[in-house]
């Protein structure tokens, strides 16, 4: 990107298109580190492997998948809870790995030479950064007030740190569109996609009303150690939240938009958010995490926004999906 509010949008359907809309982003490097989203292998709801496939052909370098365990990623014969998941480790990665291989991912990953970093493991090895260098960072990027988690300094694994401190890497947080039909609906795009690096694997202590902190606090630990790239796309699917949906799920029921070639890209998040979300009729504005976003991470560019607005008319996704 050129400068930090610097915003893309893009509607694309092929590879070509896709690597177009990859070399307006600039995206040369030799080491790139790529957060997928993860948090479930369900339909729609996550980082497929024909969409990492798709992307990964358009960047050329050493590329580094960075991501933790989670509670849904297993065949659900267990309930991982935030009590017994230090019993379950083997348990847990044996279940991942096998969810990677299901779900293709594992073969994808393979065929590009991807090493995956998982930073459940690395933390449960005791690999990690020495949490005074990380609160260092921290505060020389954002000020000395402490983060609400502070347990968030100790999580950093050695290998992440090592490749934010190389020459010509690129973080690339790759995140899904996921907005609702509902004004006061869930919302999770680029920010939010970054809470999926903490370590533990039911992160219920950080849901509820202390949710939006603990995303702004996990951002800020690695927006210190990257310049992030944040990618936001549903270029297959488009996910909403829809209590009357087609596809029913215990965290709600959704819709997915077929084909709507949408992908984003920015270095604000903030902005790249509440952008988002507006394309996909959802105002966010006033929503706690992107006020949060606003006052500690990256404050908005309301330019940026007010520039969007006038062209969202003449912009042929927005006209042909909007609901």
């Known amino acids: 990107m050129k400068n930090e509010n610097d915003i893309l949008l893009g509607n694309v359907h092929t590879d070509r298109e896709l690597q177009k809309f990859v070399d307006l982003i600039n995206l040369e490097a030799k080491h790139f580190v790529i957060k997928p989203n993860w948090f479930t292998f369900v339909e729609g709801l996550y980082t497929d492997a024909l969409t990492l496939d798709q992307f990964l052909k358009c960047i050329k370098g050493d590329i580094y998948i960075v991501e933790a365990y989670s509670w849904r990623r297993n065949d659900g014969s ?45 933390v449960w090895k005791g690999d990690v950064i020495a949490n005074s260098t990380i609160r260092g960072l921290v505060e020389n990027r954002y000020g000395n007030e402490r983060l609400q988690f502070p347990e968030f300094y100790m999580n950093v694994p050695r290998k992440i740190f090592e490749l934010s401190q190389l020459p010509e890497t690129i973080f690339i947080n790759l995140s899904r569109v996921k907005t609702s039909n509902q004004s006061d609906g869930g919302f999770s795009l680029s920010l939010k996609n970054i809470f999926g ?72 998040p903030t902005t790249l958010d509440l952008l988002v979300a507006k394309f996909f009729g959802m105002n966010i504005q006033s929503r706690t995490l992107i006020r ?32």
């Open 197 to 268: 690096l903490i370590p533990i694997p039911r992160r219920y202590k950080y849901h509820g009303d202390t949710l939006p902190q603990a995303i702004i606090d996990i951002n800020k630990v690695y927006r210190s150690l990257f310049n992030i790239i944040d990618i936001c796309e549903g270029i297959h699917t488009a996910l909403q939240w829809n209590p009357y949906g087609k596809y029913m799920h215990d965290l709600g029921n959704y819709d997915l938009l077929e084909n709507s070639g949408f992908v984003s890209a920015g270095s604000n």
């Open 78 to 122: 267990r309930l991982i809870t935030e009590y017994n998941y230090l019993d379950n480790k083997d348990w847990i990665s044996d279940q991942d790995k096998k969810e990677l291989v299901q779900s293709g991912l594992a073969k994808v990953l393979e065929k590009h030479g991807v090493k995956y970093i998982n930073t459940t493991e690395e």
């Open 292 to 323: 949060l976003a606003n006052e500690q991470l990256s404050p908005l560019d309301f330019t940026a926004v007010q520039e969007l607005e006038k062209r969202v008319d003449n912009f042929k996704f927005f006209k042909n999906t909007r609901i």
